[in-house]
C-alpha cells in the first residue's frame, strides 16, 4: 500500500466512525504527507452505532495535522441514521437501508425544506456543522492540493450511500499529474518522451498463468502499444506488445497511455520494484521507500523437500513488495520483516496456495533493522565483518543491521560514528533519515 501511493495523484482516506484515526492510517498518512499528495477524507458506517462527528473531525486534526473541511455532514447516526447535508449544494441526500444503488436516492432542497422535514434532529446536525465551521478555516483548493486541508464527507458505503459526492469531489477536486522527481532531474508531465516508473508488481493474478504483471505509472509522455522502452537500471529494453489495463478482475490489451495512466507490463524477472522505463534517457526516479519492518519471524519450510518452492516464493513476494525477506550473513533460516501481523498471514497463505509450501513463521529475537551506508567502502566492510552476526541482507542485496533491543542499536551508533544507520530507504538508493538513538 505505501508504495501504491506513490504513483497517484490524489488519495482517499477510509476512516471508521467507529475506529476512528488507526494505526495504520498514521503510517499510510506519512507517506501522503511526504509527497504532499493531496487527501480527501471519507468517515464510513453512519449507519451503526458509532462516535460523534465533531469528535471524529477534531481528532483528524489533532492526530494526522491537517485540518479537516465537511463538505457533507451526517444527520443522525446508527439506527437514526437519515442522510447527510451537502454544505456546497445546500441539500440533503436521504438515507434508505437497503438501497444501494448511487444516484437513486431522495433529494431535499435547501436547509429549511430540510428542517420541516426531519424536524429537530435536522436542526441539532446543522448546528453542530456551523458550530464545526466556525471553529475551521475556510476550504481553499491550493491548499487542498498541497496536502495542507482535507475534504471530509459522510456515508455508508456498504450501502453505496454518501459516496457520489466523493466521486465528485475527486474529478472536481483532485490535481492533474504532477512533475516527478528522478535523482538527474526534474520530469514533467508534458515532455513528449515516454518515461515510467514500477510502483507494484504482482504475481499470480492469473492462477491459470502464474504470470507476474508489473503495474507502472507513466510520468512523462505518450506510451504507445509495441514502443520500445528500455529498464534504466540494466540497460536492457523491455517489451511492450501485451500491455495492458485493468478495471477491478478484468484486464484488456491497451494500445496508448499518457502521463498519470496505470499500465501492467508482464514481467517474467525483468522488472523490479522502483524501476524507471525511458525511451533511451539515463533516468532514476526516486520517491518509492522501503520502511524498516517492525515485526520480524524466521521462516521454516514443513516439508524439506519443497524447499526449492518456498525460496522462489520468498524471492517473487519480497520482490513485489508483499513482506521483507532478510538473508542473515551467517547463513541460517531467512527472516521475514513486515509492518502488521497481517502481513505474515497473507504471505503464509500465498506460499502455501501459489507455490506450494508449508512455511512454518516462528518468532525472532530480532525488533529492529536498520539499512547501513558509509562513504568509505572499507569501513562499511568491516563494520560488516565486526558484525556479521546481527547483519542481513534484503531483497536488493542492501546490508541491514538488525538489533533485539534498542540499546544495541545505540551502542552500535557510537562505536560506529561514519556508519549512517537509516529506517528508510529507496529503491533508487536514495536513504532518507538517519535514525535518533
Not at 494526522?64 to 457533507?72: A, K, N, Q, S
Not at 430540510?114 to 465551521?133: I, S
Not at 520482490?319 to 525477506?325: F, L
Request: charged share 25%; proline share 5%; hydrophobic share 45%.
Amino acid at each position: 500500500t505505501y508504495r501504491v501511493l506513490t504513483a497517484v495523484d490524489a488519495a482517499l482516506m477510509v476512516i471508521d466512525a467507529a475506529n476512528g484515526v488507526e494505526p495504520q492510517t498514521r503510517r499510510l498518512l506519512h507517506v501522503c504527507r511526504a509527497r504532499n499528495t493531496p487527501i480527501i477524507t471519507f468517515i464510513n458506517k453512519l449507519d451503526r452505532e458509532v462516535r460523534d462527528p465533531i469528535d471524529l473531525i477534531d481528532e483528524i486534526e489533532r492526530e494526522l495535522g491537517i485540518p479537516p473541511i465537511p463538505f457533507t455532514w451526517p444527520v443522525g447516526m446508527g439506527k437514526s441514521f437519515a442522510g447527510v447535508f451537502d454544505v456546497q449544494r445546500r441539500r440533503m441526500r436521504v438515507f434508505t437501508p437497503g438501497l444501494d444503488r448511487l444516484g437513486e436516492e431522495e433529494l431535499i432542497e435547501g436547509a429549511d425544506n430540510c428542517a420541516a422535514r426531519f424536524g429537530a434532529q435536522f436542526e441539532e446536525a446543522y448546528a453542530q456543522l456551523e458550530l464545526v465551521a466556525g471553529a475551521g478555516e475556510s476550504f481553499d483548493l491550493e491548499r487542498f492540493r498541497a496536502g495542507r486541508q482535507t475534504p471530509v464527507f459522510f456515508g455508508s458505503a456498504i450501502n453505496n450511500f454518501g459516496v457520489q459526492e466523493v466521486l465528485d469531489a475527486l474529478v472536481a477536486l483532485a490535481p492533474a499529474p504532477k512533475a516527478r522527481e528522478a535523482i538527474e532531474r526534474v520530469v514533467e508531465p508534458t515532455e513528449p518522451k515516454v518515461t515510467g516508473v514500477v510502483f507494484k508488481i504482482q504475481a499470480n493474478m492469473d492462477p491459470a498463468h502464474r504470470d507476474r504483471i508489473a503495474f507502472v505509472r507513466v510520468c512523462s509522455g505518450k506510451f504507445e502499444r509495441g514502443m520500445r522502452l528500455v529498464v534504466t537500471r540494466t540497460g536492457k529494453p523491455v517489451k511492450t506488445s501485451s500491455v495492458v489495463t485493468f478495471l477491478s478482475q478484468r484486464r484488456e490489451l491497451l494500445d496508448d497511455a499518457y502521463a498519470g495512466d496505470i499500465i501492467g507490463i508482464p514481467n517474467h524477472g525483468l522488472l523490479q520494484l522502483g524501476d524507471t522505463l525511458t525511451e533511451g534517457e539515463k533516468l532514476r526516479y526516486t520517491g518509492l521507500p522501503f520502511f524498516a519492518p517492525e515485526l520480524f519471524r524466521t521462516v521454516e519450510v514443513a516439508d524439506p523437500l519443497r524447499t526449492k518452492q518456498l525460496h522462489t516464493g520468498l524471492r517473487q513476494l519480497g520482490e513485489e513488495g508483499a513482506i521483507q525477506v532478510f538473508r542473515p550473513v551467517t547463513g541460517g533460516a531467512l527472516l521475514l520483516g513486515a509492518i502488521g501481523e497481517l502481513q505474515f498471514e497473507v504471505v503464509a497463505h500465498r506460499l502455501a496456495t501459489e507455490y506450494g509450501a508449508q512455511a512454518r513463521l516462528l518468532p525472532s529475537k530480532y525488533r529492529f533493522a536498520r539499512w547501513v551506508t558509509c562513504r568509505n567502502a572499507e569501513t562499511l566492510k568491516r563494520f560488516i565483518e565486526a558484525n556479521a552476526h546481527r547483519m542481513a541482507y534484503d531483497a536488493a542485496d542492501e546490508p541491514a543491521f538488525l538489533a533485539g533491543h534498542m540499546a544495541e542499536l545505540q551502542v552500535a551508533q557510537e562505536q560506529w560514528p561514519d556508519i549512517v544507520f537509516h529506517n528508510m530507504r529507496e529503491h533508487a538508493g536514495l536513504v532518507q533519515e538517519r535514525v535518533a538513538a
